[in-house]
């Protein structure tokens, strides 16, 4: 009891001492090492309970202070280093699941990364629906597939299609439509002009210049395609 005392002493000087202005621990500044203080405080407690357990002994003691200690430093790094490492995750994700955008809310950009065919899958937000499109500058405007605009809510039945479109099955027909909205990593616009093709005249949606045109910038480098708001 008297060390769980002790322990708890020392826990409550450390949080007055960075409340007063004391300087930073560890390279951690007043605000983040005040953050870690309840995991320092659970660290103590626990240790406290391996001392009160006479059963323990010495060197299953030292054995289970060192793993708390490799638990707690973990778990610093990790928190001074959380920015980089969900950046790394990201990159990681965006590797596994190209059509996803790895966003960066401060730049306000969206990357994604290239299939192995070296085309751009783009997981995009269609007046609500979850829609996966084809990155397409050679599109005029943003052209949905007969089941995405179902999806996305459109009323296929006063369609005129009275437009005439090339696509990867050759030449075809579609109606021009305007979108509620899109949605890409973050990036939403409003009203997007786009089209509709007829059913089986294409395989994918297309990401085109109609919303592309309103990005502040977008770039294709190696096998990473970023777009800025």
């Known amino acids: 009891m008297l060390f769980i005392g002790v322990a708890l002493a020392i826990a409550v000087a450390l949080a007055l001492l960075v409340s007063a202005d004391a300087g930073s621990l560890v390279g951690l500044s007043q605000e983040q ?91 995009a937000t269609i007046n609500g629906a979850p829609i996966t499109t084809i990155f397409d500058t050679g599109a005029s405007a943003v052209v949905l597939t007969d089941a995405d605009a179902r999806a996305a809510g459109i009323d296929m039945e006063n369609l005129r299609f009275n437009v005439s479109v090339s696509t990867a099955n050759g030449t075809g027909k579609a109606a021009q439509v305007r979108l509620k909205s899109i949605e890409i990593g973050g990036i939403v616009r409003k009203n997007v002009r786009a089209f509709v093709a007829e059913r089986n005249a294409l395989d994918t949606s297309l990401l085109g210049m109609s919303f592309l045109e309103t990005l502040t910038r977008y770039s294709v480098s190696s096998n990473s395609l970023e777009m800025v708001d």
């Open 33 to 123: 090492t005040g953050q870690l203080m309840p995991l320092l405080v659970i660290v103590i407690l626990l240790v406290a309970g391996l001392f009160a357990r006479s059963r323990f002994k010495v060197f299953d003691l030292i054995g289970n202070l060192a793993i708390w200690a490799v638990i707690f430093i973990t778990a610093a790094i990790g928190y001074a280093y959380r920015d980089d490492i969900s950046g790394v995750a990201s990159r990681v994700f965006g590797e596994l699941s190209p059509g996803t955008a790895t966003v960066d809310g401060e730049r306000g950009t969206a990357t994604f990364r290239a299939r192995r065919d070296g085309h751009f899958p783009v997981h």
